[in-house]
């Protein structure tokens, strides 16, 4: 027994990762841990892997259902998707052997909103849920579950699936230990009550993970990191973004339209997230709060100089030097973060009550305000929707931004239409890129598409955006959103066809 | 004083409606009162009309800022689009003139979800509202008002104007008052707190609307009925539509997906929605509820039949012949009804607690589940979004109907790419048309793409869909989500061209 695994029951149930793999059978659907690369199951899927691989060698078929939080890691979707192991994936990914296995046409992916994803299950949709694989950081002397550097859809995981296996992880931080609200009062319809959370630091359910002992099969120690990669300072293009950003929110509270300390920051992840909330640090805000998926470096940042009160979220995503300071400072963190299941962390009904401030990251921008935050060229799936659409649909304010130009300047970002939607015009406030800052609320199509190209856009592609805006408002089929159909997606046509959209 | 009027103060501001619409000036901003063409003002909107032409034959610019709850009648969008005086139109118009206006790019329009209106006004991104015209059924002995046939954003109107006009329609019923349940709860972030509905028959506010005296510059007196049309029976198109909904509902319950009573209906305005309705009058459900916009015909006759127990929206839209029925079974209706303002008749919090069952009409969706509501050929507006993007995304099976052609077959409603986008492929669980229904809920793109072919589009279509199908698989730029981006919007391009899609 393990210094981590306080209970005798569970302890007795502690086997290698490849016997528990082999408990998992063909054509199941498989319920795993992980959100943005923290808290995924380090050595099963691994072990599963190999056994695919070994069927696949037998002419057996073998592939199974699997369901995340959200994205995991090489050693989980990597390795699943390498031996085509998997069925159907849900509910995003960002690996880049999964990626190329849906674009050849190998993976069914079924890209949905994070928030979605519990009452769906509950409701049946993706069909049983077999086997739960879910990393914990501990198990306490009366057999609770510890969770580790994520919740996501854990919760959820451990109440459907039939048989359970739980890694536990002795890497993980003992500090974690606390700081997630498990919360246990949502339920199908007709049956829900509101979710009681009117601030980002409110606790409303238990810090722990409930699991029978019954359905646990095996219990797999490991010793492993989440895919932290390092952190990389903002660059210039990010920076540029960050500044218009920030800007922005100043004018917004002067104009009386955010409190002085804003409202919850919902931060997408990647650079030019990191590089605003950078800016946030030598900015004029103090007493911050997040209420958003994941904690980044840079939220950590924010919390330790004292600008940020509280953060909620349901992972996070550090680096190594970042997960350092956490351990070293984690009774200082304790009270200033709050780890939920993501069912909560991106509810719409909480997002919409706090009046987040959504910042998401885009593939590209239209004219009109339409965002593609997923496909490349219409058909091309790069990572997924994520959260972005349970923040954005019901922020007080919903940021997207982007560099302007994509692919060393042959792509750019704004285009006359995107090839796929994410989210509609209704649903788009501010469009950011190094440019500037387009600020579309309450603007007519024809209105934005001014801002968009003259504050968004790249200045190579200005002129050939205003001549099809110009032109489209002489021919098109109806002057509210004045597309001309044949030319409306010809610069992706381009790329396609030469590399570049120039 | 009339009967309608029971308090001497505001009697005492009774005066013609060339007056009262004398006292809205030019380039004001004019909150006035209306959802479906119900409880919109009928005289004040046609006596600034023709103020607005009398101006412009003097050569004077005359323009007003136009918001409402929704649609509402050639009396007010009519009569104003016709004199070409409204600036920015929000958030949603229904109307001949309004729409050719819009479509000829004479006139600005915003397409908002309806439950954004209040907080976006609120939060003062369409600058400051100068003046509200409201209609109401009439004012009490202590100066409250008795709201009219629509709530809509009337409380806003109200609260945010610096001047208000009242009409007092004595055509609407004297039974309306207490049937109406005003929620004065709401608030900006960070002050919000949980709407406390647990279920559509919830009363959480006043029946009444505040006022203060002191911002009445003038009370007009009017007896005008609704924009009511003669109900028409259901086609056999809308009929069919309506069996596969009634089929796929019965085998929810039979599945354990839905309770034997259902869920709350949301149910969009028009003949396919009326046959939904229609038909479950005949079906196998009893106990019904609906949390909804608009109170149509086949609503009512729900309740008078007993199979609905309770119907929550902010709306009645409904034939004279049902009015009359109305009015003679008031107090019937009158436990069975509630009318709230929009911004709780569709707030997303609410929409997700209850588990909404969303049912709303399009214009045209694509192979991969994508809806477009909106526009046509992607270029000229319909209607607008309303409240579908409200309830869509956050209902618990989110159903879009339509015939599967239109234009007398010229066009496909199932297309290879939708031309606009509405609601994402991420919103939309179910497409129906008369040829069948397509269960989307857990699919990936390609697999949404068979179903959508094969169970919606019109037999005369389907070959094309298909052949368009397999050669995106051969040679899309990726294989997720594959297109052909030179032909994707070739059959919009063939109707602009040919005025066929075939």
């Given amino acids: ?28 659907n498989v319920g795993m841990s992980g959100f943005t690369g923290a808290g995924y199951p380090k050595e099963v899927p691994g072990a599963l892997a190999k056994r695919v691989a070994v069927a696949h060698e037998h002419g057996e078929p073998m592939k199974v259902g699997l369901w995340t939080g959200a994205s995991t890691a090489p050693e989980l979707d990597g390795a699943l998707a390498e031996v085509e192991g998997i069925d159907l994936r849900l ?43 879910v990393e ?29 296996i739980v890694e536990v992880n002795s890497w993980q931080s003992e500090h974690l230990e606390g700081m997630h609200d498990v919360y246990y009062g949502t339920a199908l319809p007709p049956h829900r009550r509101p979710i009681p959370i009117t601030h980002p630091a409110d606790r409303i359910g238990v810090p722990h993970l409930d699991c029978p002992l019954e359905k646990v099969i095996a219990v797999v120690e490991t010793e492993s990191p989440d895919r932290n990669g390092a952190f990389t300072p903002p660059d210039a293009i990010s920076e540029q973004i960050a500044g218009h950003v920030l800007d922005f929110l ?7 339209r955010l409190p002085r300390e804003l409202l919850p920051i919902q931060s997408g992840v990647g650079n030019v997230a990191n590089a605003v909330l950078a800016g ?8 911050l709060t997040a209420y958003t998926e994941v904690i980044q470096d840079g ?32 009774a200082a963190f304790r009270d200033k973060i709050v780890l939920r299941p993501q069912e909560i962390s991106n509810h719409p009904e909480v997002v919409r009550r706090l009046g987040c401030l959504a910042m998401n990251g885009i593939v590209e921008a239209d ?34 931004v982007t560099p302007s130009q994509a692919k060393g300047g042959d792509v750019s970002t704004i285009v ?87």
Avoid at 8 to 13: F, I, L, T
């Fill in 136 to 164: 914990v950081s501990g198990i306490t002397e009366d057999g609770r579950l510890i969770p580790s550097s994520s919740v996501g859809n854990n919760k959820t995981w451990l109440e459907q699936a039939d048989r359970v």
């Fill in 299 to 330: 939220m950590l940042q924010l919390i330790e100089s004292g600008r940020m009160e509280m953060a909620s979220a349901t992972a996070f995503s550090l680096s190594p030097t970042a997960v350092e300071r956490f351990n070293r400072d984690a």
């Fill in 91 to 133: 509910p995003y990914q960002s690996d880049p052997v999964s990626r190329a296995k849906i674009n050849e046409g190998r993976l069914d992916y079924t890209d949905i909103h994070l928030s979605h994803v519990a009452q769906r299950v509950w409701q049946g949709i993706y069909g049983d849920l077999d086997v739960a694989v």
């Fill in 250 to 256: 100043e004018l917004e509270v002067a104009a009386g």
């Fill in 280 to 287: 946030l640090e030598n900015g004029p805000f103090h007493g």
């Fill in 1 to 28: 027994m393990s210094g981590r695994i306080r209970n005798r029951q569970w302890a007795a149930k502690v086997v290698e990762a490849e016997e528990a793999a082999g408990l998992i059978g063909p054509g199941e």
């Fill in 416 to 502: 006359p239409m995107v090839s796929h939607v994410d989210h509609t015009e209704h649903d788009v406030d501010v469009i950011v890129t190094e440019q500037g800052l387009a600020d579309l609320r309450g603007l007519s199509p024809k209105q934005r598409a001014e801002r968009v190209i003259e504050h968004c856009a790249h200045p190579d592609f200005r002129p050939a955006l205003r001549d099809y805006f110009e032109r489209s408002q002489r021919s098109a089929f109806g002057l509210h959103t004045p597309h001309l159909l044949d030319e409306s997606l010809s610069w992706h046509q381009r790329y396609v066809r030469t590399g570049s959209m120039r």
């Fill in 367 to 400: 004219l009109y305000g339409n965002i593609n935050s997923t496909h490349l060229m219409g058909s091309r799936i790069q990572n997924g929707i994520g959260g972005s659409g349970d923040f954005a649909r019901n922020a007080y304010v919903s940021i997207f």
